[in-house]
């Protein structure tokens, strides 16, 4: 398949899509007709008032996708929705759901996430939900050291990465108190990430193993917001969303390879305050990953990781954000010249998957969001560079809305730097990328 036919598949669809968006809404009359018929009217109330049924559909074309295919011009079509119901006798839910097809034009197979469906109350002042949600901790832009919730499917073909997130089942408790709350969370569902993993030799093959007690995995935080300086302290109990290695079985030509997802402990905090026109973050997290003196070369090591940042906004429509990262991983040794080739191999691709390739690692990242015509037009730049290998990932994006339901989104993923880095293994899914979205 050509990247002509790739394309023409993508167009007919943002086509299709288009013509949608320029007619009436289910329920409105069109112009120069009698008015709609109540039932239309009352379909489209009983949607859009008491079930809160909202989303868009999506027509894309990605260069390449993320999964070291080596195949070129990806047709994506998907469908977002969520519904937030009318309050029950205090009871309030919500439903976010998508349906994606990543590769049309070769006949892929659509896959449905649940992503979140959620009830919560209140009471007094206790607040409860449960049910599959998103949980997201940390105040630092997009990079936050504190959040072990998070689980990603990185290898989803979407223009804005916060839609790769995953839901997990969780009971989160709430107590508020002035400025303050305590939020206690339980997490017993297990959701394994999508990880990319370049190709490893001949004959090696990888699967995910299923950690042990999913059910042991917990959190509690302590929150100011709301006066002076934001702030919070955590503590996590979690299984960690970055994967270990382990051989699971070996023979004279090929070998299994597991991905072994371990728990550990992190404990947190974070803080935000302005200052005058800046706004100033920070945030750090000490992570345990029970890798004593480092003496499993296919496992992480301890580490400390730490962002600070600042950032404005200027006119009302500029806003520039920079941040400077630092890492420090603990007990890193050097590969073992003895030891077998094939555990050398995967030691040096954990610490590239796990970002552990030195003892000190610093890095910065930047983001220019820019918003004009009436915020109608969109143009963002975003990027992160590790300064140990000079490896980076930039995100150029520009989003216009042409109409209330309709915008179009152009952009792409850059990857540069050595192969052995952490972003520089990504250089042959650099990508650009074009979708057209229309609202219901």
Same mark, same amino acid.
């Given at each position: 398949?050509?990247y002509?036919?790739?394309?023409?598949?993508?167009?007919?669809?943002?086509?299709?899509?288009?013509?949608?968006?320029?007619?009436?809404?289910?329920?409105?009359?069109?112009?120069? &007709?009698?008015?709609?018929?109540?039932?239309?009217?009352?379909? +489209?109330?009983?949607?859009?008032?008491?079930?809160?049924?909202?989303?868009?559909?999506?027509?894309?074309?990605?260069s390449?996708?993320?999964?070291?295919?080596?195949?070129?011009?990806?047709?994506?079509?998907?469908?977002?929705?969520?519904?937030?119901?009318?309050?029950?006798?205090?009871?309030?839910?919500?439903?976010?759901?998508?349906?994606?097809?990543?590769?049309?034009? +070769?006949?892929?197979?659509?896959?449905?996430?649940?992503?979140?469906?959620?009830?919560?109350?209140?009471?007094?002042?206790?607040?409860?939900?449960?049910?599959?949600?998103?949980?997201?901790?940390?105040?630092?832009?997009?990079?936050?050291?504190?959040?072990?919730?998070?689980?990603?499917?990185?290898?989803?073909?979407?223009?804005?990465?916060?839609?790769?997130?995953?839901?997990?089942?969780?009971?989160?408790?709430?107590?508020?108190?002035?400025? %303050?709350?305590?939020i206690?969370?339980?997490?017993?569902?297990?959701?394994?990430?999508v990880?990319?993993?370049?190709?490893?030799?001949?004959?090696?093959?990888?699967?995910?193993?299923?950690?042990?007690?999913?059910?042991?995995?917990?959190?509690?935080?302590?929150?100011?917001?709301?006066?002076?300086?934001?702030? &919070?302290?955590?503590?996590?109990?979690?299984?960690?969303?970055?994967?270990?290695?382990?051989?699971?079985?070996?023979?004279?030509?090929d070998?299994?390879?597991?991905?072994?997802?371990?728990?550990?402990?992190?404990?947190?905090?974070?803080?935000?305050?302005?200052?005058?026109? %800046?706004?100033?973050?920070?945030?750090?997290?000490?992570?345990?990953?029970?890798?004593?003196?480092?003496?499993?070369?296919?496992?992480?090591?301890n580490?400390?990781f730490?962002?600070?940042?600042?950032?404005?906004?200027?006119?009302?429509?500029?806003?520039?954000?920079?941040?400077?990262?630092?890492? +420090?991983?603990?007990?890193?040794?050097?590969?073992d010249?003895?030891?077998?080739?094939?555990?050398?191999?995967?030691?040096?691709?954990?610490?590239?998957?796990?970002?552990q390739i030195?003892?000190n690692?610093?890095?910065?990242?930047?983001r220019?969001?820019?918003?004009?015509?009436?915020?109608?037009?969109?143009?963002?730049?975003?990027?992160?560079?590790?300064?140990?290998?000079?490896?980076s990932?930039?995100?150029?994006?520009?989003?216009?809305?042409?109409?209330?339901?309709?915008?179009?989104?152009?952009?792409?993923?850059?990857? +540069?730097?050595?192969?052995?880095?952490?972003?520089?293994?990504?250089?042959?899914?650099?990508?650009?990328?074009?979708?057209?979205?229309?609202?219901?």
């Amino acid at each position: 398949m050509t990247y002509s036919r790739h394309a023409l598949w993508t167009v007919s669809l943002g086509l299709a899509l288009v013509s949608l968006a320029v007619r009436p809404a289910v329920g409105d009359p069109a112009p120069g &007709s009698q008015e709609a018929k109540p039932g239309s009217e009352s379909e +489209r109330s009983v949607m859009k008032d008491v079930l809160g049924l909202s989303g868009s559909v999506r027509a894309d074309y990605f260069s390449k996708d993320k999964s070291f295919s080596g195949r070129a011009g990806y047709a994506v079509g998907s469908i977002w929705a969520n519904a937030t119901a009318q309050e029950v006798a205090g009871i309030r839910t919500y439903f976010d759901a998508r349906l994606q097809g990543q590769d049309l034009t +070769r006949g892929s197979r659509v896959s449905a996430d649940l992503r979140e469906a959620y009830a919560q109350t209140a009471i007094g002042e206790f607040d409860l939900r449960v049910g599959r949600q998103i949980t997201v901790w940390g105040r630092a832009d997009k990079v936050n050291p504190t959040d072990a919730w998070s689980t990603r499917d990185y290898t989803l073909l979407v223009p804005n990465d916060e839609d790769q997130r995953l839901g997990v089942a969780s009971l989160q408790g709430t107590w508020n108190h002035g400025a %303050y709350r305590i939020i206690g969370l339980w997490q017993p569902e297990w959701r394994s990430p999508v990880v990319p993993i370049p190709p490893l030799p001949p004959g090696v093959s990888l699967r995910n193993v299923t950690p042990a007690d999913p059910a042991g995995q917990f959190g509690i935080k302590l929150d100011h917001s709301g006066e002076g300086v934001d702030w &919070s302290l955590s503590y996590s109990h979690s299984i960690s969303r970055t994967p270990d290695f382990a051989i699971v079985s070996q023979g004279s030509h090929d070998a299994s390879v597991g991905l072994l997802y371990r728990h550990v402990e992190v404990i947190g905090a974070d803080a935000a305050i302005p200052v005058g026109q %800046y706004g100033l973050r920070a945030e750090i997290a000490y992570t345990n990953t029970g890798n004593r003196d480092g003496y499993d070369p296919l496992a992480q090591n301890n580490n400390v990781f730490a962002v600070l940042g600042a950032e404005r906004t200027f006119g009302g429509e500029l806003n520039i954000n920079a941040q400077y990262l630092y890492r +420090r991983t603990f007990d890193l040794h050097a590969a073992d010249p003895l030891a077998d080739p094939g555990v050398r191999l995967l030691a040096l691709e954990e610490r590239l998957l796990s970002n552990q390739i030195a003892t000190n690692m610093h890095g910065a990242s930047l983001r220019i969001n820019y918003k004009a015509w009436n915020e109608t037009l969109e143009m963002e730049l975003a990027g992160v560079v590790w300064l140990k290998n000079g490896d980076s990932a930039i995100r150029p994006k520009v989003t216009y809305a042409f109409t209330d339901r309709l915008k179009g989104i152009l952009g792409g993923d850059i990857y +540069r730097g050595p192969a052995q880095s952490f972003f520089g293994r990504f250089n042959p899914t650099s990508a650009a990328y074009a979708e057209l979205q229309l609202g219901f």
